[in-house]
């Protein structure tokens, strides 16, 4: 096999299974139960979805409305979904501002981020800014 070479990339040589590092697992993820496995944060498309999905909710609901170019945004996003993925009572939804500018403005949001935490449609409290201490807080709440 001849070597590919070029200056952004490494020389690729020898068989695809060199690369894959001896601690890998290729163990299928149909053989996990499906009750292992938890969406994390699901982002919202439109709003009837919104409506659907938050306002129309029974149970406990936490809403990320963000913004793509915001870097608090970016910041707290890994801290929400690993949340979401410890916190199976709870549904965690994120919004695009500028996807969804109307759902925002109904909401009332003008900082990003802004978490919103609802029960049965009903919000509970929000938190605005990347604040995991006051998420966590208001997560415990919902729960209660």
């Known amino acids: 096999m001849q070597a590919f070479k070029s200056p952004a990339f ?6 695809f299974n060199r690369s ?14 499906p009750s292992s496995l938890k969406m994390a944060v699901i982002q919202i498309k ?3 979805e919104y409506a659907e999905k938050v306002t129309n909710a029974p149970g ?3 809403v990320d409305f963000f913004a793509e170019w915001c870097g608090p945004c970016k910041a707290i996003s890994p801290a929400v979904e690993k949340l979401s993925e410890a916190t199976t009572a709870v549904a965690f ?16 949001v003008s900082a990003m981020p802004t978490f919103h935490f609802r029960k049965g449609g009903e919000l509970v409290t929000q938190v605005k800014g990347a604040n995991p201490p006051a998420i966590n807080a208001a997560v415990q709440k919902l729960l209660e």
Do not use: C, W
Request: no cysteine; aromatic share 8%.
């Open 10 to 15: 490494k020389t690729i040589t020898g068989s």
């Open 20 to 33: 894959i590092p001896r601690n890998f697992s290729t163990t299928p993820i149909s053989r996990f139960a």
């Open 46 to 48: 439109t709003p009837e």
């Open 60 to 62: 406990p609901v936490v």
């Open 93 to 108: 939804y994120k919004v695009d501002v500028d996807q969804l500018s109307s759902v925002a403005a109904e909401n009332g």
